[in-house]
């Protein structure tokens, strides 16, 4: 049956509904207390994926500077990659007996403070130091939450991409540039939610087009600007007159642009071969529900970025790749299963309550364990010792739970408290889906980190670049670029740095590097104006957030219902407003023109 409940930690009401008790009984868990969003912040909470610092290697005869997601004042034992990853020390060492005079979350704490941590979570990388969370990098830089990217640049939630730079949610893409939501395209630039393109510029939502310029809800077509047909010399004409290597010229661009992007409906949610599906940017999925950015999945639920081959899953960020019965994770999976509050978890089975283990089984409460199986707090046992002791943990946890500064309580079930994250709030990818100020975040019991004082000098503002990509020599290698949004602020003199008009973590400044200099070049690119973690706020941007309202189409019969699109086919409900409704990302303030899926298909597809 269906039952209401109220969250520990915000005091709103949340549904269970059936389907999700039977999987709780399935992996033998107690139903949350806590809402779905507020389990889906707690989570991104311990995720780090684009806050990099530099800081010393603590493995033994090493002393030099490592790049690493745990800034220098963290409590932390760092070991580099190549170290960390050998048969050099014991994973074991720090193996402690289980306490029960103290709470569970309180030694697992301490474990956690005195085992060797990796440096990133970078698997099989080449010369890809700059890269977290990702898997088989190789000449890339500034990516994060990706796998299989060769020769990519500021990238972020990536797949089997190359030579392409500024990539958000992108998956096959090649020579492509500012894509978000796109897939399977060749020398696609500014474009969203695309699909199989090519040679094409300032796209959105297009399948199966090349040479198009400017397009919007194209469908296996060419030639085209501004939705306009032309022949393929004319359109060869029309595009030389768009300077496209001219910074003024692509803004200008990018403006006109969104204004035909306004103009068009926009389906519920975006989608393809699914069933019984409820999200948003979800394909290739069966029977998944409240999920956001998934990809080949099925019987899962309230997941944000995963899939390849899952099944199974309830609550989790980054899991899936031929991965099954998995709770309350982040980055766990990689042909693993039965996994739950667990936090970059490859290749393990029935592990809980463990951080960055690897090809690990039977592990319960146990941080940086490869190859290991019946183990508890980094303690080796027997098979049967473990299974013997594992239940009285448990009840230990239920009878003496841990309890944080906020007053919630922590039993057998619930994920980490945020309190014990290595990370602060805004470190994290927490603050880019879900941003607080310093004051909520603290209010919240989450962590805050203040920025660092920046001890550089711009040497060129952004007003001073060269316009056009033909201009710029190599001595731009040297310069140190202001980014926009911290120049252009009233608090800054001439030239200086002043505070960020935006809340994306500027860095205020920039350089720029070889490679990118090189691909700017050869794909006839002006530079940018804005730092890289400003591009990537701009880029999230685009896309909607990770709610989901109930609303109704807004055809209202022969055109919209705010009169902004007119119908070019009749519809099934004919004159009459469309009767369907639906969940939708969208939130029902928003401008936009929100057609169902039957509505949609008939004017765009």
């Known amino acids: 049956m269906t039952e209401t409940r109220n969250c520990q930690n915000c005091k709103q009401p949340f549904v269970i509904e059936p389907d ?3 999987f709780y009984e399935k992996i033998k868990v107690p139903p949350p207390s806590w809402c779905p969003e507020c389990r889906m912040v707690r989570r991104m909470d311990w995720r780090n994926e684009r806050t990099l610092y530099k800081r010393g290697c603590n493995a033994p005869g090493h002393n030099e500077e490592v790049i690493s997601v745990f800034s220098p004042d963290k409590p932390f034992t760092v070991y580099d990659q190549k170290y960390w990853w050998s048969d050099q020390w014991d994973t074991l060492a720090t193996g402690k007996n289980y306490d029960f005079s103290k709470p569970f979350f309180s030694q697992l704490k301490g474990l956690f403070e005195s085992t060797p941590l990796l440096t990133v979570f970078n698997g099989n990388a080449v010369n890809s130091d700059y890269a977290n969370h990702t898997r088989d990098s190789k000449n890339s830089y500034l990516i994060s939450a990706g796998i299989q990217n060769e020769n990519v640049l500021y990238a972020n939630r990536t ?5 392409s730079v500024d990539l958000y949610l992108t998956d096959k893409m090649e020579g492509c540039y500012e894509d978000v939501n796109c897939g399977t395209s060749y020398r696609l630039f500014f474009s969203f939610g695309c699909e199989d393109c090519r040679d094409s510029w300032f796209l959105y939502d297009c399948r199966n087009c090349s040479n198009c310029f400017g397009c919007v809800g194209l469908r296996n077509k060419s030639y085209y600007i501004f939705n306009q047909p032309h022949t393929k010399e004319g359109y060869k004409e029309a595009l030389r007159g768009f300077d496209l290597g001219s910074h003024r010229s692509i803004e200008d661009i990018r403006k006109r642009h969104r204004d035909l992007v306004r103009m068009f409906p926009k389906k519920f949610m975006y989608s393809f071969k699914v069933v019984g ?7 290739e999925t069966k029977n998944c529900r ?4 998934l990809l080949r999945a099925e019987d899962s639920k309230f997941i944000v970025w995963g899939g390849f081959n899952l099944k199974d899953a309830f609550d989790g960020y980054g899991m899936g790749g031929n991965a099954e019965l998995l709770y309350e994770v982040v980055d766990v999976g ?3 299963s039965n996994a739950k509050f667990s936090v970059v978890a490859w290749g393990c089975h029935d592990v809980q309550y463990s951080y960055n283990c690897h090809g690990s089984f039977n592990l319960f409460a146990c941080v940086g364990l490869r190859n290991k199986q019946y183990c508890i707090l980094n303690k080796q046992y027997t098979k049967e010792e473990y299974e013997k002791l594992v239940p009285k943990i448990i009840e230990h946890m239920n009878t003496m739970p841990y309890v944080d500064k906020q007053g919630r309580v922590y039993k057998y079930g619930e994920f980490f408290p945020p309190e014990l994250s290595p990370f602060a709030y805004n470190e994290t990818i927490a603050q880019e889906y879900f941003p607080l100020t ?3 975040a603290l209010a919240k019991g989450y962590c805050w980190k203040d920025p660092e004082t920046k001890q550089y000098t711009i040497t ?3 007003e001073d670049l060269p316009d056009h990509i033909k201009d710029v020599d190599d001595s731009i290698l040297k310069e140190t670029i202001g980014c926009a949004h911290a120049v252009s602020s009233p608090s800054a003199g001439s030239g200086q740095i002043g505070k960020p008009i935006c809340n994306h973590q500027c860095t205020t400044a920039f350089k720029l590097i070889p490679q990118e200099l090189q691909f700017y070049r050869r794909m006839n690119l002006p ?8 591009r990537h706020y701009e880029r999230l941007k685009q896309r909607n957030p990770l709610k989901l309202w109930h609303r109704k189409c807004t055809c209202a019969g022969a055109k919209s219902e705010n009169g902004v699109y007119q119908n070019t086919i009749a519809h099934f409900h004919k004159s009459d407003p469309c009767p369907n409704k639906f969940e939708t990302s969208y939130a029902p303030n928003r401008p936009e023109v929100v057609y169902c899926e039957q509505c949609y298909n008939a004017e765009v597809v």
């Open 290 to 293: 409240y999920c956001f950015d």
């Open 334 to 336: 990689l042909q693993g």
């Open 277 to 283: 599906v409820v999200g948003d940017i979800v394909g």
């Open 527 to 534: 530079l940018p104006r804005l730092c890289p973690n400003c």
């Open 20 to 22: 999700d008790f039977a």
């Open 159 to 163: 797949a089997q991409n190359k030579d």
């Open 460 to 462: 060129k503002k952004p």
């Open 438 to 440: 310093k004051e909520q």
